[in-house]
T-cell receptor, first 115, second 110 residues
Framework: NAGVTQTPKFQVLKTGQSMTLQCAQDMNHNSMYWYRQDPGMGLRLIYYSASEGTTDKGEVPNGYNVSRLNKREFSLRLESAAPSQTSVYFC?????FGTGPDTQYFGPGTRLTVL | QKEVEQNSGPLSVPEGAIASLNCTYSDRVSQSFFWYRQYSGKSPELIMSIYSNGDKEDGRFTAQLNKASQYVSLLIRDSQPSDSATYLCAVTAGNTPLVFGKGTRLSVIA
């Protein structure tokens, strides 16, 4: 049982390049999330998927797109990377969004640098 | 804009002392409250969750919730150097995504 896995662990991009961050969970969770964490800013929600087939914007969605590929996988795409997107990205999952006591479990993170 | 406020710290306590971490939130309809611990370079991990007013104890950790004052706290008894980390408070109304505070950095001095 690996929990939440993310690939890659590290990535360096040049401004304007695109890439996709991959996330998968094996806990049979319905809900998945993408966060970014910057020094002094805490965790900020980019997008989330309450259930398979749905996605919603979070606090900071600009410059990102997501795909809920199936129940297990939720990817985050940067179409044209900018230095402001340099950050640590965390994927998380939970059993049922919107039911109150719904614990989120986090992946190990991806450290992205955009030059 | 729903806000969760935490003192950024660092909060320094001697080994064996009680560490007290505080969090206030702005959304009065918040129902569920979580404390996550994050070691440097690692991902957040859940320590405690609390849903009703009062205290909830788990080992050396006690979460305290006061919905009238919109205040939630985490007490760590017999603090150990291994407790040195950033502690994140997170809040949700249930039908809305978690909102995280920016975290309090705790340093336990041996």
């Amino acid at each position: 049982n690996a929990g939440v896995t993310q690939t890659p662990k590290f990535q360096v991009l040049k401004t304007g390049q695109s890439m996709t961050l991959q996330c998968a969970q094996d806990m049979n969770h319905n809900s998945m999330y993408w966060y970014r964490q910057d020094p002094g800013m805490g965790l900020r929600l980019i997008y989330y998927s309450a259930s398979e087939g749905t996605t919603d914007k979070g606090e900071v969605p600009n410059g990102y797109n997501v795909s809920r590929l199936n129940k297990r996988e939720f990817s985050l795409r940067l179409e044209s990377a900018a230095p402001s997107q340099t950050s640590v990205y965390f994927c998380a999952s939970s059993a049922f969004f919107g039911t109150g006591p719904d614990t989120q479990y986090f992946g190990p993170g991806t450290r992205l640098t955009v030059l | 804009q729903k806000e969760v406020e935490q003192n950024s710290g660092p909060l320094s306590v001697p080994e064996g002392a009680i560490a007290s971490l505080n969090c206030t939130y702005s959304d009065r309809v918040s129902q569920s409250f979580f404390w996550y611990r994050q070691y440097s370079g690692k991902s957040p991990e859940l320590i405690m969750s609390i849903y009703s007013n009062g205290d909830k104890e788990d080992g050396r950790f006690t979460a305290q919730l006061n919905k009238a004052s919109q205040y939630v706290s985490l007490l760590i008894r017999d603090s150990q150097p291994s407790d040195s980390a950033t502690y994140l408070c997170a809040v949700t109304a249930g039908n809305t995504p978690l909102v995280f505070g920016k975290g309090t950095r705790l340093s336990v001095i041996a």
